[in-house]
């Protein structure tokens, strides 16, 4: 094997691992979702900056209030998965960076003083802690079913303010019956790796 992560742990985190699309009636606290990001905050970001923001929606009103504005095929795993997370980019970031960058404080107003670059490298670097945040709910032995299918200037408008733009919503939860769609395929490494 060329990898270090053993072949279980390779299973887990992407072999076995699918988008759920039915989830089990185990609720999903808040001790795991901690572990998730004390675990995936570690993931590397330009400047290390941390432009994801993370709303859970666990109250009844609050997951009725999302439902509206998913896509249709997305309303129903919505409103049963046990827990939901907007994922989001703060646009504001840069305000964090004097503490997360000590050693170049400066970059705050250096690189992210225009607000168009602000939004291009939230966008860029909340999507990979995006990604993070699904390895590391793999990893915390739960499922996860990203989705971009919604309104997003309609769950803007719901949840987040103008500052933030809202990247996914993902249910969260262990499988349940019939979680799984077959596996699609995927690219061959000669189709995807070009070397110059």
């Given at each position: 094997m060329s990898l270090v992560l053993d072949a279980a742990a390779q299973d887990l985190l992407f072999r076995e691992a699918r988008t759920a699309n039915s989830f089990s009636d185990e609720p999903v606290t808040e001790e795991q979702?901690?572990?998730?990001?004390?675990?995936?905050?570690?993931?590397?970001?330009?400047?290390?900056?941390?432009?994801?923001?993370?709303?859970?929606?666990?109250?009844?009103?609050?997951?009725?209030?999302?439902?509206?504005?998913?896509?249709?095929?997305?309303?129903?795993?919505?409103?049963?998965?046990?827990?939901?997370?907007?994922l989001s980019a703060d646009n504001e970031f840069h305000e964090e960076l004097p503490q997360l960058l000590p050693h170049f404080p400066q970059a705050k107003d250096a690189f992210f003083s225009e607000r168009p670059v602000r939004e291009q490298s939230a966008l860029v670097n909340a999507s990979l802690q995006a990604a993070y945040f699904i390895v590391g709910v793999r990893a915390a032995?739960?499922?996860?079913?990203?989705?971009?299918?919604?309104?997003?200037?309609?769950?803007?408008?719901?949840?987040?303010?103008?500052?933030?733009?809202?990247?996914?919503?993902?249910?969260?939860?262990?499988?349940?019956?019939?979680?799984?769609?077959?596996?699609?395929?995927?690219?061959?490494?000669?189709?995807?790796?070009?070397?110059?």
């Open positions: 979702v901690q572990a998730i990001y004390d675990l995936v905050k570690f993931g590397p970001t330009a400047f290390n900056q941390t432009p994801l923001r993370i709303t859970l929606v666990r109250s009844p009103e609050a997951r009725e209030r999302l439902v509206k504005h998913m896509a249709e095929g997305n309303q129903a795993k919505t409103a049963a998965a046990p827990l939901v997370a907007i032995g739960l499922a996860a079913g990203p989705m971009t299918g919604l309104d997003f200037a309609g769950v803007q408008k719901e949840f987040l303010d103008a500052d933030h733009t809202p990247l996914m919503v993902v249910n969260i939860g262990k499988p349940g019956e019939n979680a799984w769609f077959p596996r699609s395929p995927r690219l061959d490494f000669d189709q995807v790796v070009t070397t110059v």
